[in-house]
């Protein structure tokens, strides 16, 4: 997973609204989202580690994963950092606890960053600097860097974000088209994160289609007090595939 964008809004009637949007090599095989038979997880899957970027508990349990770009790439063998989005959700440890204990073993993975959200709190932590933290209210988002990194198109997104939250909430589908923008950023606004110009710009979008690598899922999830509201958007190297929709409450689980 790539981006990240959400609204946390802990005193209201809909606390979360998450957007993101997952990129990768095409060739990766992944399996769209479903409910995991053995861990009742919903959630995508990646079929070459096993773990996943973004998935939900059926007690209203989230968390999602970026990684951290790294102008040359870690080539140790290590744990995958998908397996750590399905062991919180797995878990019934609040996410403070769960934060707190992950990052006294981040030697062990690749950097990453990890938002949790246990139906109270919504965390962060940022590997690379063993940082947990409570994310503060309001929007927010974040992308392949350190939380709080004020690239382009998190810039974009945001503001995007912002814009439509002005109006009343309709469906999940609605927000689809802020994680559909390829505009890239200007050439001169562009972090420099170490890797080649060319990339650097295609990497820009929000969303990235390119020949072999591009936005593989667009996701929106939204959280009441007592519901669960998810949609997936899947793409290919030929666009739009599979559009999946997810709705349950916190008692019944339905889809």
């Known amino acids: 997973m790539c981006i990240l964008a959400w609204n946390w809004q802990p005193t ?62 870690d080539t140790a063998m290590r744990p995958s950092r998908g397996t750590l989005v399905a062991d919180f959700l797995r878990s019934d440890v609040d996410a403070n606890s769960y934060l707190q204990s992950l990052a006294q073993r981040m030697d062990a993975f690749q950097p990453f960053n990890l938002l949790v959200y246990d139906g109270k709190q919504l965390m962060g932590l940022e590997s690379r600097h063993q940082r947990v933290f409570a994310v503060a209210p309001g929007i927010g988002a974040v992308s392949n860097a350190d939380f709080g990194t004020s690239w382009p198109k998190l810039l974009q997104l945001k503001n995007a974000l912002q814009q439509e939250l002005l109006h009343p909430f309709v469906e999940a589908q609605h927000y689809l088209p802020l994680l559909q923008n390829p505009q890239r950023a200007p050439w001169e606004s562009l ?65």
């Open 191 to 255: 972090p420099n994160t170490g890797i080649e110009r060319t990339w650097e710009h295609a990497l820009s979008a929000i969303f990235i289609a390119e020949s072999d690598y591009g936005t593989r899922a667009s996701s929106i999830v939204c959280m009441t007090k007592s519901s669960v509201q998810f949609l997936e958007q899947s793409y290919g190297p030929q666009g739009p595939s599979q559009t999946l929709h997810f709705s349950f409450d916190l008692r019944h689980i339905a889809s």
């Open 12 to 73: 209201q009637s809909t606390p979360l609204l998450l957007l993101a949007n997952r990129d990768e090599f095409y060739a990766r095989p992944t399996q769209a989202a479903h409910w995991w038979n053995t861990d009742q997880i919903l959630a995508g899957r990646d079929l070459q580690a096993g773990g996943t970027w973004l998935g939900i508990s059926p007690g209203g349990r989230l968390a999602a994963l970026t990684n951290y770009r790294l102008p040359v790439p």
